[in-house]
């Protein structure tokens, strides 16, 4: 980043609430918490806000979703695995979660810290820096299958829309229909805590 001659370089970090200083253009693995993750995944909502309930649905939320998703597509997930899926979007903790069309506005930059941020959270939970072909096929599945879920039940999109959109889930409704209940902030944080912590233990 450039400033002017004297001026001191826009501040590119966020202090969490763990006391942690997350630096988003050099971020390091010992700076990430679950704890912080989960405290601004559940405060981040999913489609701008544009939901039906009383509650946002988090990206806490639809990251525990994509986890679910992911496990009946491919049944016998290892921990790695499982755990790649409940923190795929885990650096919209810091950056927020920007609709699909925003994202393609903006183009590159946004991808790379995006990245960078991931990285370091993969780490940090001795993670593959750089997961497997096959792991982020099946993600990119679950998300879109999570995607036309929410669309549908959440945010006002027709079936067929949806289907246009997203395409047809490979699973069946049921699968996750009790997901898709909107929650509290502090009820999407314990649950997102609680499975990180159950699939850890694995």
Avoid at 131 to 152: G, M, N, Y
Wanted: glycine letters at 6%.
């Amino acid at each position: 980043m450039t400033s002017k001659k004297g001026e001191a370089p826009p501040r590119a970090w966020q202090r969490m609430l763990s006391g942690r200083r997350l630096d988003l253009l050099d971020p390091s693995p010992l700076d990430v918490e679950i704890e912080d993750i989960a405290h601004g995944l559940a405060r981040v909502a999913r489609w701008n806000g544009q939901t039906r309930g009383p509650h946002i649905f988090s990206v806490a939320q639809h990251s525990l979703l994509v986890e679910e998703i992911a496990s009946a597509l491919e049944p016998g997930l290892d921990r790695p695995r499982r755990l790649f899926m409940l923190l795929h979007d885990a650096p919209e903790y810091v950056i927020g979660d920007m609709i699909s069309p925003f994202k393609a506005v903006i183009g590159d930059t946004y991808k790379s810290v995006e990245k960078r941020i991931l990285t370091a959270i993969l780490l940090r939970f001795s993670l593959p820096a750089e997961p497997e072909p096959a792991l982020l096929r099946l993600a990119k599945r679950a998300d879109r299958a999570a995607a036309f879920f929410e669309a549908v039940a959440l945010a006002g999109f027709t079936r067929a829309e949806a289907e246009r959109i997203f395409g047809r889930p490979a699973v069946a409704p049921e699968t996750c229909k009790d997901a898709l209940a909107p929650l509290s902030i502090g009820a999407a944080q314990e649950r997102f805590l609680a499975r990180f912590h159950a699939i850890d233990r694995d």
